[in-house]
């Protein structure tokens, strides 16, 4: 486990984890949300944010967390494992909810700079749209781009056999 991807839903724990698996197991944790957005929540274009992730994933280990469907090909290809969240949209809602008030106004560490956390119907609206819409995407990656070791998180008790799986 060189290359660990950790995909799903916003809130659903994938930085919590990649911050812990970083840690536990040496490797350099990339948060693609820092190197996607740029101040003020300003989108990069599509060819140049495809190059950085081309960049990023040259590294012979990492962890990368966040979603960005569009560079799923690039990703799958280059990890050696794949962890993906599939909570129930609920539970991510209450969660970023909660996120958003204890941090208003703030930049999470995992986030560009000039990015800080607001309520986002939009965001809201992805997370309770995840499972229909982009799950979908993630398994249709995994069988064109991928072949390694792909484990689901659905709730405490698989996050408890993924540690075991991994004697960390």
Same mark, same amino acid.
């Given at each position: 486990?060189?290359?660990?991807?950790?995909?799903?839903?916003?809130?659903?724990?994938?930085?919590?984890?990649?911050?812990?698996? @970083?840690?536990?197991? *040496?490797?350099?944790? #990339?948060?693609?949300?820092? /190197?996607?957005? !740029?101040? %003020?929540?300003?989108?990069?274009?599509?060819?140049?944010?495809?190059?950085?992730?081309?960049?990023?994933? =040259? =590294?012979?280990?990492?962890?990368?967390?966040? *979603? /960005?469907?569009?560079?799923?090909?690039?990703?799958? !290809?280059?990890?050696?494992?794949?962890?993906?969240? =599939?909570?129930?949209?609920?539970?991510?809602?209450?969660?970023?909810?909660?996120?958003? #008030?204890?941090?208003?106004?703030?930049?999470?560490?995992?986030?560009?700079?000039?990015?800080?956390?607001?309520? %986002?119907? =939009?965001?809201?609206?992805?997370?309770? @749209?995840?499972?229909?819409?982009? *799950? !979908?995407?993630?398994? !249709?990656?995994?069988?064109?781009?991928?072949?390694?070791?792909?484990?689901?998180?659905? %709730?405490?008790?698989?996050?408890? %056999?993924?540690?075991?799986?991994?004697?960390?």
């Amino acid at each position: 486990m060189e290359r660990i991807l950790i995909t799903g839903s916003s809130a659903a724990g994938k930085t919590t984890l990649a911050k812990e698996l @970083s840690k536990k197991l *040496n490797l350099r944790l #990339i948060h693609l949300d820092k /190197y996607y957005w !740029q101040p %003020n929540w300003i989108r990069p274009e599509l060819l140049k944010w495809r190059e950085i992730v081309s960049t990023l994933v =040259e =590294e012979d280990k990492w962890i990368i967390e966040g *979603n /960005y469907g569009c560079t799923f090909d690039i990703r799958f !290809q280059r990890a050696t494992m794949i962890i993906h969240f =599939e909570i129930h949209p609920f539970i991510c809602l209450y969660r970023a909810i909660k996120r958003t #008030i204890s941090t208003r106004d703030l930049v999470r560490e995992d986030m560009a700079k000039g990015c800080s956390e607001r309520l %986002n119907l =939009e965001t809201y609206k992805y997370i309770l @749209s995840y499972p229909k819409k982009h *799950n !979908q995407k993630v398994y !249709q990656s995994k069988k064109n781009f991928f072949s390694g070791e792909f484990v689901v998180i659905k %709730n405490d008790k698989d996050l408890e %056999n993924l540690y075991l799986k991994l004697k960390i």
